[in-house]
């Protein structure tokens, strides 16, 4: 059974730091692309940040330069780093995970986890 457990959210001040975390289990973890969405009251949820099997990572618009996506395989967990957040970035905040196998794509969401940041 694939889990994704997020942690670290919470109250944070505009301006301080945050560091999430998501652990995986149940499966093999470092062949997958890991990513971090969110979703505010009332909009879609969007993407924050990937970071793939490689390495390489992808953010959002909204967040570069004030967040860092990076990976632990010998953890099997991924972080997300938010350093100045603003107001705007509160939002329950999702991990994602993407398998591409033979088969096709299977995606596995975490539970979430709210980043309230005050101003």
């Known amino acids: 059974q694939v889990q994704l457990v997020e942690s670290g959210g919470g109250l944070v001040q505009a301006g301080g730091s945050l560091r999430l975390s998501c652990a995986a289990s149940?499966?093999?973890?470092?062949?997958?692309?890991m990513g971090w969405y969110r979703q505010a009251p009332g909009k879609q949820r969007e993407l924050v940040a990937t970071?793939?099997?490689?390495?390489?990572?992808r953010y959002a618009d909204s967040v570069k330069g004030r967040c860092t996506i990076s990976r632990d395989n010998a953890k099997n967990t991924v972080y997300l780093q938010m350093n100045s957040p603003k107001p705007e970035d509160t939002a329950v905040y999702y991990c994602?995970?993407?398998?591409?196998?033979?088969?096709?794509?299977?995606?596995?969401w975490g539970q979430g986890t709210q980043v309230t940041v005050s101003s």
């Open positions: 994602n995970a993407v398998r591409i196998g033979t088969t096709g794509m299977t995606e596995y």
């Open positions: 149940g499966i093999v973890f470092d062949i997958l692309t």
């Open positions: 970071i793939n099997s490689r390495g390489s990572t």
